[in-house]
């Protein structure tokens, strides 16, 4: 049984790295939300620092790979506009030169694929408005999921 002897910089560093493995385990997160956990618990600049570092070496922690995953997963499953994925990236912390790579990534076409299945279930939803009350209600549903205003007029008109 030895012992080892670290310093108590290093043991605090190893805590919050050990931490930051618990916090990451429920689902991927920001470099930004991950430091901002860290500092929660108490942990000082340095052994956040090299707690991210060594998070950011294995892969656990990777921004970029995480903004694509999350456009993926609203795309597929909670449907938003390019405005609304931009403000959520944003608020967790994710770089505005990353954020438009990954925008970039998303075509024209796919984006009005996702708002005219959105626009789709809305209109269903509000059949029993008439049809100027109905586009409306289904306008200002797109609007609220950050859809552009020009896109949606397109649904719009088509729909009706």
Same mark, same amino acid.
């Given at each position: ?14 805590? !919050?790295?050990?931490?930051? *493995? +618990?916090?990451? &385990? ?6 930004? /939300? %991950? ?48 405005? !609304?994925?931009?403000?959520? *990236? +944003?608020?967790? &912390? ?6 438009? /790579? %990954? ?54 008109? +088509?729909?009706?």
């Amino acid at each position: 049984m030895g012992l080892t002897f670290c310093s108590d910089e290093e043991r605090r560093a190893e805590e !919050a790295y050990q931490m930051a *493995l +618990r916090y990451l &385990g429920f689902r991927s997160r920001t470099q930004k /939300e %991950v430091e901002k956990h860290l500092k929660r618990k108490g942990f000082d600049e340095e052994a956040i620092e090299k707690a991210m570092e060594k998070l950011k070496g294995y892969g656990f922690v990777d921004d970029r790979a995480f903004a694509l995953s999350w456009v993926n997963s609203r795309l597929r499953n909670n449907p938003k506009g390019k405005a !609304a994925m931009v403000w959520e *990236l +944003r608020q967790k &912390g994710v770089d505005a030169g990353l954020i438009d /790579e %990954v925008m970039g990534s998303i075509s024209e076409e796919q984006e009005e694929a996702v708002a005219n299945r959105l626009a789709q279930k809305y209109y269903e939803r509000y059949k029993g408005a008439d049809e100027k009350e109905r586009a409306h209600k289904v306008a200002q549903a797109l609007l609220r999921r950050g859809f552009d205003w020009e896109l949606i007029q397109r649904i719009i008109r +088509r729909l009706e």
